[in-house]
């Protein structure tokens, strides 16, 4: 069974202090792991897709990365509006199915 | 523009009652799925579809049923015999499988239900 970790669960960062999160994962032939932001009361926003360990990508104060276990999100000098909840997923190779698998999310708070 | 529409954004149930989530996307994509969202628990599939007048129960499928009679829509059907149906829905779609890329799901603005 595919399972998705995140950690930690809640995340407050002053404006402008860099930080990580976490997700660790397992799953039978990683196809691609997927983050997104979502918004309180709106649905998940798609971020970035990765597929091969080593691969990063960037989006203004975001970057991701990944390994053969992990991915992190990392956000460089974050300001309020980075304030969300994200969502880590992975999809595997396991035929014609393309269900994601997600985490339970991780809550960033950015005072001001 | 494409996307995926749910409506109505909030709905109230009574007790007893059977309630009915709308889901449409103009994305001409083959798959939909409907998850639960609670706080504390992320994402729960309920149901979902891979093709026209096919889908199979997620993780939660109890007290829930869907049909897929159109490709653009996968309605929701909240039943009587879910006995703790207040949550936020979540509808969302794929591609579908697509060789060696990995295709990520594009998500709905969900519908929030409340059991009055």
């Known amino acids: 069974e595919d399972q998705v970790t995140q950690s930690p669960e809640a995340l407050r960062l002053q404006e402008g202090e860099s930080s990580s999160l976490n997700c660790s994962y397992t799953?039978?032939?990683?196809?691609?792991l997927f983050w997104y932001r979502q918004d309180p009361g709106k649905g998940p926003e798609f971020l970035f897709t990765?597929?091969?360990a080593g691969e990063e990508k960037e989006k203004e104060r975001l970057k991701a990365t990944l390994t053969k276990k992990e991915s992190f999100l990392h956000i460089t000098a974050p300001k309020p509006e980075d304030s969300a909840t994200y969502l880590c997923?992975?999809?595997?190779?396991?035929?014609?199915?393309?269900?994601?698998?997600f985490g339970k999310g991780i809550t960033l708070s950015v005072r001001p | 523009d494409g996307g995926i529409t749910q409506s109505p954004k909030y709905l109230f149930r009574k007790e007893g009652q059977n309630v009915t989530l709308s889901c449409e996307q103009n994305?001409?994509?083959?798959?939909m799925y409907w998850y639960r969202q609670d706080p504390g628990q992320g994402l729960r599939l309920i149901y979902y579809?891979?093709?026209?007048?096919?889908?199979q129960k997620g993780d939660i499928a109890e007290g829930y049923s869907v049909s897929r009679e159109k490709k653009e829509s996968f309605p929701l059907t909240v039943t009587s015999a879910q006995k703790n149906p207040t949550a936020f829905y979540l509808c969302?779609?794929?591609?579908?499988?697509?060789?060696?890329?990995?295709?990520?799901?594009?998500f709905g603005s969900g519908t929030r239900l409340t059991v009055v």
């Open positions: 969302a779609s794929s591609p579908g499988t697509a060789g060696f890329v990995p295709i990520g799901y594009t």
């Open positions: 799953v039978s032939g990683l196809r691609g």
């Open positions: 990765l597929y091969s």
């Open positions: 997923a992975v999809q595997a190779w396991s035929g014609a199915n393309s269900k994601l698998t």
């Open positions: 994305l001409n994509h083959d798959a």
């Open positions: 579809s891979q093709i026209v007048n096919d889908f």
